[in-house]
Structures are given as C-alpha cells and as structure tokens.
C-alpha cells in the first residue's frame, strides 16, 4: 500500500527550563483568538455598527473563558462521562488534551448572552462577529491536530495522499484535519466573509451566526466521513459517530437563527 511519509514535526515548539513547554496546540488556539479578535474589531466598524473596536476587546476575556470552560466541560460530558466522574482530578488538567468544539461553542454562546446583557448591545449582531471570525481558530486548530499526529483519519489503502500515523498503525490513513481545516476553517471563513459582504444581511443580525451553524454543522458531519471515530466511542446511532450527532441540533439551530433573522425588521 502506498502512503505519504508523515512529516514529523515536534509538537513542541520550544521548551522554557525543564519543566514548561510552547506546544503548535497552545499557538493556534492563542493564534486563532488574537486573529479573531483583529478581524471582528475591523467588522464592527462597517454599518450597521452596533457595537465598538472597545466592546470587542472587553469581549475577548469573556469569549477565552467560554472557549476553555466550555471546550473542558463538553468533552468530558459529551465523551468521557463515565471517567471523570470517577476522576474528577483531572478534569481540570486541560494541559494533558481533551476539549471539544461543541462545548466550546456552547460556552462562548453563553458568554455572547451574558456579555450582550451587560454592556446592553444586539445579542445577534456581537454573535454574528464571533461567528464570522471563529472559523480562523478552528483552520489553526485542526493543522495543530495535524502536527500532533492525533484525530487522524479512517483506513484509505487506495487514496494517494494517505500517510501512516506515528500512533494510527502501520496501514495508510485519510489525513482528515487537513480536510477538516480546509472546510471548517478556510471555505466556512471565504463563505461568512462574502455573505458579510452583502449589507442587506449584516443589517438582519443573526443571519450569519445561523449560516456559521449551518456552514460548519455540514462540513464537520462530511468531515467526520473521513476521520476515524474515537476508540472509546466508535459508531454510535446509525453509523453515525459523536462529532456527527453534535452537528445535527446546530444545523437545525442554524436554519431558525436564519428564519428569525429573516423575519425581523433590518437595523440601521
């Protein structure tokens, strides 16, 4: 069987003593949050301008709380339930791995809700700037799951491009945080990014978070084709795996944040 050599780059960037290392993971995420943060400050500044460049960077420690409490807390309930009730410990040791992006979008929904109430600003319009910029985190955090070697792809003895993984056995596999970074960061980015073009949609907020629901609903479902389930999970409903069932609700989400925005009356 053919495959394409991994190239093995060390997760770890640099160390700092002997104790402290600056891993590729911890960059993207730093990375995909001060990215996000200059694109929504530039957004905000085009009608209907709901919001201020100042209310986007009070914003950001709300939205890093969301993305690390929620991401934590969703894997551990979506996926390792049963373990970390048995192990509460280490529930807080996120250095070790182990968030997942539903629970992380869960968590930065409800820093948009509380955020939007406290400085009395258009819920929709501050989650349709999260949403146009979450995309550029989620490119940045698949290529580190690439690097790292981990989240790879399901048997692909016929593909060209397949690569054997350090950790995924000797036989050739999809690299599907290739596919996934494509479609979940670069093609849902350009697609949010034209739609906010489009004045009539920015002035109907909520228009683009439900596209953003929508958008990566359907990428991460394709994607999840390609990527070999976890192995303490594996196929549940259906055939259908975790990353896939999570979609299902956000699709459904999307398209009546779509429909509500539609709806309403446009703001100036």
């Known amino acids: 069987m053919f495959a394409i050599a991994f190239p093995a780059i060390d997760p770890v960037i640099f160390h700092i003593g002997s104790s402290f290392a600056v891993r590729w993971y911890a960059v993207a995420y730093i990375a995909g949050l001060v990215g996000g943060l200059w694109y929504m400050r530039w957004l905000v500044t ?16 709300w939205a890093l709380l ?9 894997y551990v309930l979506f996926y390792k339930p049963a373990y970390y009730f048995s192990h509460i410990s280490e529930v807080i040791r996120t250095w070790e791995g182990g968030m997942s992006f539903h629970g992380g979008l869960l968590g930065v929904t409800l ?4 955020y939007a109430r406290h400085a009395k600003i258009n819920m929709w319009y501050l989650a349709d700037g999260v949403a146009c910029a979450v995309p550029i985190g989620l490119g940045l ?14 048997i692909a003895p016929d593909v060209p491009w397949a690569m054997v993984f350090p950790n995924g056995g000797p036989v ?13 960061g670069v093609v849902l ?3 949010l990014h034209l739609l906010w073009r489009n004045e ?17 609903g359907v990428f991460r479902m394709v994607g999840e084709l390609f990527r070999e389930p976890d192995n303490f999970l594996g196929f549940l409903i259906g055939g ?14 999307g398209v009546f944040a779509v429909w509500r925005a539609r709806s309403t009356s446009p703001v100036a």
């Open 46 to 61: 085009r009608p209907p301008a709901l919001m201020t460049r100042t209310h986007v960077e009070d914003f950001f420690l």
């Open 240 to 253: 259908a795996t975790m990353g896939q069932l999570l979609s299902i609700p956000m699709v459904l989400f």
């Open 172 to 184: 050739p596999r999809h690299p599907s945080q290739l596919y996934q970074a494509m479609l979940e």
């Open 111 to 114: 820093a948009i809700i509380l």
């Open 141 to 154: 955090g698949r290529l580190a799951n690439f690097i790292n070697g981990e989240l790879w792809g399901r």
């Open 200 to 216: 009539r949609i920015r002035s109907r907020p909520g228009i683009l978070t439900g596209a953003f629901w929508i958008g990566y």
């Open 189 to 191: 980015f350009i697609i």
């Open 66 to 74: 969301g993305v690390i409490l929620g991401g934590r807390l969703g």
